[in-house]
């Protein structure tokens, strides 16, 4: 329930309205407990003493109680449903910024799955929750309570009795409800894998039919899908087994209680009204207690939702603007790495999340303004990490990455990420336009900005095959696009930002040797006086490099032009030599 408190503290901004929720209830409960009182004054001092009026009285001031009860109880219902959202709209904008802030660190092990489930039903049971606390769960409370009370004073003899019932329910809930929240917690956890698998399975659709596995996704679906209905099962038994058990403890109370309240009545020692308003005040008692016992449940799977919330919420952001971070002045293109070394982190088998191996290792070169930077090496050998260091995607372990002689932790991650331009290795486009999607950088971009950029990525003739030009209609992941179009609306969002470092990373994978060649042609242009950084799997694509960067292992093999490395790289060498030939001719015949 730690964790629910801590939600709970966006309820604040609200406090008027849950004050008001709360008044409403007072009065109400303060109504409802006058209703069995009037019942007994019209049976003991009107019917049983013949007299109508006091019967007359009685009922007119039952129906007035009864509606000034439901005015207040419709107060109530508004003012605690909109605190309520009010406070599942909070929560959920700062759920969803403090996503927006994590570093692709935090994200790598932040399963998609798991953040959808905390933004969509993890939200729910919460916001059920804070809705419920201002109706139900505050009324309950208060209900038995003043009704315990308002029994005493009929009837304490009878009272003592209804303790022990009570007792023995309380013992009942308590017995019960840790195991309900640990149930809750595992549908939570079980929910988190199913909608893991549907995440995938949805985003990775194409792979799945293109390698004929539906059967096995179809089976995995299944599996979890089982596992989380088997859970839920259990959860529904324990439920559904302890509301008939508490209303045959209530009934065995009712008994009890018309047994002992009536040898009362026929000893003198109760009226007739008495009993009749001691067995309305019992269910006033009694019915609260079930509410509460499914309130507790609900709170338990609502704290399990709270305590997931609040993991991500309270998530230590892996790359943070220093307090004394300051603004990145116009850049002018200098990079220098000095002894950085960098290490992803990860997430064991406990949940503890570690440094792993080292992916880069003691990296030193420096980079001056307008220069062109190829960066080669296998799979695996650190290219795409040592870029994202420039732009503090990630944080180095060790080290320094300097940006015109500023460490880039010195300034604000706006200000430096605002003048770097990224085509990330894998190109995602959202939903929208063309247009939208290239001006996504930079929303201020003219449309002759915009035509500039696409023609730069060789995109322009494509847009303007369709009917609709840059309004066309990108579908979710660009999904309507082909692998070449969305890399090459990638690369053009990037250069439309006009940035003074550009970061190409294999972003000409997908497309045919002869468009890369353009797409070379006009960036070479672009590229002139800006600082640019290019990871291309082609060797093709980087001779005319002003420096070459090849990794192997995290290290650096050589720094040099393609004639430097041609003679004292063998690492470059060789695969200059399996792409090329020694006659320089093209093999590489990816499209």
């Not at 609200?14 to 049976?43: C, E, G, H, N």
């Not at 596992?227 to 009934?251: A, H, Q, S, V, Y």
């Not at 420096?366 to 870029?387: D, M, N, R, Y």
């Not at 190409?504 to 960036?523: G, H, P």
Request: aromatic residues 8%; glycine residues 8%.
């Amino acid at each position: 329930m730690g964790a629910l408190g801590k939600v709970f503290r966006y309820l604040k901004p609200y406090w008027k309205l849950v004050l008001l929720s709360i008044i409403m209830l007072l009065i109400v409960v303060a109504f409802d407990l006058l209703i069995p009182r009037l019942t007994q004054r019209a049976i003991d001092e009107g019917i049983n003493a013949g007299n109508l009026q006091i019967v007359i009285s009685s009922a007119l001031l039952m129906l007035g109680a009864s509606l000034l009860s439901a005015l207040f109880a419709i107060i109530n219902s508004t003012a605690s449903i909109v605190a309520s959202q009010r406070f599942s709209h909070d929560l959920r904008e700062a759920l969803f910024s403090k996503i927006q802030r994590f570093s692709f660190g935090n994200l790598d092990h932040l399963g998609t799955g798991e953040l959808l489930v905390n933004l969509t039903s993890d939200m729910n049971m919460v916001e059920m929750a804070a809705r419920m606390l201002m109706r139900i769960a505050t009324r309950a409370p208060l209900m038995m309570f003043g009704a315990l009370f308002m029994i005493f004073r009929t009837s304490t003899f009878l009272g003592y009795r209804v303790l022990i019932i009570m007792g023995v329910v309380v013992v009942l809930i308590g017995f019960l409800i840790p195991r309900l929240q640990k149930l809750f917690t595992s549908v939570q956890q079980k929910l988190d894998k199913l909608n893991t698998v549907l995440q995938e399975n949805l985003s990775g659709m194409r792979v799945v039919k293109s390698f004929v596995r539906q059967d096995y996704e179809s089976q995995r679906f299944e599996t979890a899908n089982e596992d989380f209905t088997k859970l839920n099962i259990t959860t529904g038994r324990l439920m559904g087994g302890l509301f008939p058990l508490l209303f045959f403890i209530l009934n065995i109370g009712i008994v009890i209680v018309v047994y002992s309240g009536g040898n009362q009545v026929i000893q003198g020692n109760l009226t007739l009204g008495e009993m009749i308003a001691f067995l309305n005040y019992l269910g006033m008692v009694m019915f609260p207690l079930l509410f509460l016992a499914m309130i507790i449940g609900m709170l338990a799977s609502a704290g399990a939702s709270a305590k997931r919330i609040w993991t991500v919420l309270s998530a230590a952001e892996e790359v943070v603007d220093r307090p004394s971070a300051q603004e990145m002045p116009a850049i002018k293109g200098q990079v220098e790495f000095k002894n950085v070394s960098f290490s992803y982190r990860a997430k064991s088998e406990n949940g503890d999340i570690k440094h792993g191996d080292p992916v880069l290792k003691n990296i030193n070169f420096s980079v001056k303004p307008g220069e062109t930077v190829a960066i080669l090496g296998a799979t695996g050998s650190g290219k795409t990490s040592l870029v994202n260091l420039i732009a503090r995607l990630y944080e180095v372990t060790e080290g320094e990455v300097l940006i015109d002689g500023i460490d880039v932790r010195d300034v604000t991650q706006e200000s430096l990420q605002s003048q770097i331009g990224i085509a990330l290795q894998e190109a995602i486009l959202f939903s929208g336009t063309i247009g939208d999607n290239i001006r996504y950088g930079r929303p201020q971009a003219s449309e002759e900005e915009i035509q500039r950029a696409a023609r730069v990525a060789q995109a322009e003739d494509f847009i303007n095959s369709f009917a609709e030009g840059y309004e066309y209609h990108v579908g979710e992941r660009g999904a309507n696009l082909s692998g070449g179009q969305k890399q090459r609306v990638s690369i053009a969002r990037a250069v439309a930002m006009d940035p003074a470092i550009l970061i190409l990373d294999d972003s000409t994978s997908a497309v045919d040797v002869d468009t890369e060649a353009r797409i070379q042609e006009e960036m070479a242009e672009v590229l002139k006086g800006r600082t640019s950084f290019i990871i291309a799997q082609r060797i093709s694509t980087v001779l005319g490099a002003d420096k070459i960067i090849v990794l192997e292992d995290g290290e650096v093999c050589s720094v040099g032009n393609h004639q430097e490395l041609m003679q004292r790289c063998p690492v470059y060498r060789d695969i200059y030599t399996s792409q090329l030939g020694n006659g320089g001719v093209n093999n590489d015949n990816r499209n």
